[in-house]
């Protein structure tokens, strides 16, 4: 087995992993935001219509439906915009660069769920499971 054999093997699988493992941490923030797990002192005022109170629920929805993989495209191409929005809403403002706004996180998971957008869950998701019964 030659190389290309094999990452031709494993990038599907590599992909899934990725989305699974990203819609987990993702989903974190919303848990944290809606049903206080893991508990954050700075959230337990959140108010629901709040621009963080609304991020929340496309974190904790939008999470769940990424680590299942199902319409993973559309979702994380809504979640890619989502955090376009965080970093130059939250981050941006306080400065140039992400390391110093602290906006790194924003901008990985913009351009992680960009990604997804455009590569789809990969054969470990909902979408790969109902796409192949039809």
Request: aromatic residues 14%; charged residues 10%; glycine residues 10%.
């Amino acid at each position: 087995m030659n190389l290309d054999s094999i990452r031709t093997a494993f990038t599907p699988h590599a992909l899934s992993a990725l989305r699974i493992m990203t819609g987990l941490l993702f989903l974190q923030h919303g848990t944290a935001k809606y049903l206080k797990f893991p508990r954050i002192a700075a959230m337990d005022n959140l108010q629901m219509f709040s621009p963080s109170g609304i991020a929340g629920i496309f974190e904790l929805v939008g999470g769940a439906l990424i680590v299942i993989g199902l319409f993973t495209r559309p979702v994380a191409f809504v979640l890619s915009g989502l955090m376009a929005v965080a970093y130059f809403m939250a981050h941006a403002p306080r400065g140039f660069f992400p390391i110093l706004n602290q906006g790194e996180l924003a901008i990985l998971y913009c351009f992680v769920f960009l990604y997804l957008a455009c590569a789809g869950g990969g054969p470990w998701s909902a979408d790969y499971i109902v796409r192949k019964k039809s």
